[in-house]
């Protein structure tokens, strides 16, 4: 114990070197001059330089604290872990719900709306034939004989109605005559209840 403790103050000799009363020698120049916004009896404080050292330490001292904080993560209790898996899952499952609900009925409506632009698009293929049939001036006069019975000036018209072509007329409806001995059938009724 002799050897370590001879040691020990060899190492504060060699610290102490070029120290006044006891304090390092920057720490003694500021001690005798005082600060001046601070009191005349109070020594200013000196910040030390960093060394690689204890840069180095510094670093090891956070690794060891982010290893202490994963090491209590993993030390939970698997219905924890599992609590914390399920609360993660809802909440991924929540944030997706709407923007995939939002897209699938925008696909539904894309689908639908596709189908309606094809439907309108054969109605327009199928109105410019027409329109095109109508440039014509022989349709239109075929059409105005056939649609609206018009004749050319000078022309007698001649309407010829054959038996297919004449829709049949309805039946006038047989009224009710009175039944047997010219009586309504109410009077019938009471007459039978009666007897």
């Given at each position: 114990?002799d050897?370590?403790?001879?040691?020990?103050?060899?190492?504060?000799?060699?610290?102490?070197?070029?120290r006044?009363g006891?304090l390092?020698?920057?720490?003694?120049?500021?001690?005798?001059?005082?600060?001046?916004?601070?009191?005349?009896g109070?020594?200013?404080?000196?910040?030390r330089?960093s060394?690689?050292?204890?840069r180095?330490r510094?670093?090891l001292?956070?690794r060891?604290a982010?290893?202490?904080g994963?090491t209590?993560v993993?030390?939970?209790?698997?219905?924890?872990?599992?609590?914390?898996?399920?609360?993660?899952v809802?909440?991924?499952a929540?944030?997706?719900?709407?923007?995939?609900?939002?897209y699938l009925?925008?696909?539904?409506?894309i689908s639908?709306?596709?189908?309606?632009?094809?439907?309108?698009?054969?109605?327009?293929?199928?109105?410019?034939?027409?329109q095109?049939?109508?440039?014509d001036?022989?349709?239109?006069?075929t059409?105005?004989?056939?649609?609206?019975r018009y004749?050319?000036p000078?022309?007698?018209?001649?309407?010829?109605?054959?038996?297919e072509?004449n829709p049949?007329?309805?039946?006038?409806?047989?009224?009710?005559q009175?039944g047997v001995?010219?009586?309504a059938?109410y009077?019938?009724?009471?007459a039978?209840l009666?007897?």
């Amino acid at each position: 114990m002799d050897r370590r403790a001879r040691e020990r103050s060899s190492r504060r000799g060699r610290r102490t070197e070029g120290r006044a009363g006891g304090l390092p020698a920057r720490r003694a120049e500021s001690a005798a001059r005082p600060t001046e916004g601070s009191p005349a009896g109070r020594p200013r404080r000196v910040r030390r330089e960093s060394s690689p050292r204890s840069r180095w330490r510094r670093g090891l001292n956070a690794r060891r604290a982010a290893a202490a904080g994963a090491t209590r993560v993993l030390a939970m209790s698997t219905t924890r872990r599992a609590a914390v898996l399920a609360i993660v899952v809802c909440a991924l499952a929540f944030t997706l719900a709407v923007p995939l609900r939002t897209y699938l009925s925008q696909r539904s409506e894309i689908s639908e709306q596709e189908q309606r632009r094809h439907e309108l698009r054969a109605d327009v293929a199928r109105l410019q034939e027409r329109q095109a049939a109508l440039n014509d001036p022989a349709q239109v006069e075929t059409e105005a004989r056939r649609r609206l019975r018009y004749v050319m000036p000078g022309e007698t018209p001649y309407l010829v109605q054959l038996p297919e072509d004449n829709p049949q007329a309805p039946q006038p409806q047989a009224q009710q005559q009175p039944g047997v001995g010219g009586m309504a059938w109410y009077q019938q009724l009471w007459a039978t209840l009666g007897r």
